[in-house]
């Protein structure tokens, strides 16, 4: 019997290898990230025109102590930049749950780059912008600690790992969270 999801719920349910799959999408990033990536694009091309500029003195024998350590810190710039854009444009890979019982496959897959102005801290700035995909297999013991943990921002749907807890379903609305946390107490208590 196929599982009835939340009405408009973006959560995926296939086959692989003979378990189930829940893919869980995350929302694209927001129109804004496209002005941003249109501003680097700008930006990128006077970055080059200084960068050519400067090369060329390089070149014609005219630089300096300045001018060489100035363009390495121009070119240090310039790849912050290209990762920046690239991070903003590309696109986000969903988070994947395998129901490989008695284990649960957990794939992080990438968030997109949220564009914001007054981010909760740096920490968790630098952590949008270097998302890394981490793969994590979750044993009986550690499914155990499933819970679904009420906060002033709204439900979270939690695994804990010895010390870790991983956080599921960011992308996906409060209504499909609770889903999901049903669903898993059923398929794995």
């Given amino acids: 019997m196929k599982p009835v999801l939340p009405e408009d719920s973006k959560i995926q349910i296939s086959h692989h290898n003979g378990y189930e799959l829940l893919t869980i999408p995350y929302a694209s990033g927001g129109i804004g990230k496209y002005f941003v990536g ?10 080059f025109t200084g ?10 024998g005219k630089s300096n102590t300045f001018i060489i350590t100035w363009l390495g810190g121009w070119i240090l ?12 444009l ?3 890979i969903p988070e994947m ?8 496959a957990y794939d992080t897959g990438v968030p997109p780059f949220q564009i914001t102005f007054y981010p909760k801290n740096q920490k ?14 979750f044993t009986p013991e550690q499914i155990k600690t499933l819970k679904l943990r009420e906060s002033d921002s709204g439900n979270r749907l939690t695994i804990d790992s010895g010390a870790k807890r991983h956080e599921i379903g960011n992308g996906v609305s ?16």
């Fill in 38 to 47: 249109l501003f680097m694009i700008f930006w990128l091309g006077a970055w």
């Fill in 51 to 60: 960068f050519t500029s400067v090369l060329e003195q390089l070149i014609s």
């Fill in 77 to 88: 710039s310039g790849l912050f930049a290209f990762y920046f854009l690239y991070r903003i």
């Fill in 90 to 92: 590309k696109k986000p």
């Fill in 97 to 104: 749950l395998l129901l490989n019982r008695p284990n649960l």
């Fill in 124 to 137: 968790e700035f630098w952590k949008t912008l270097f998302a890394k995909r981490k793969k994590h297999e």
């Fill in 174 to 189: 409060e209504i499909e969270r609770e889903w999901l946390y049903d669903y898993l107490n059923k398929n794995y208590t």
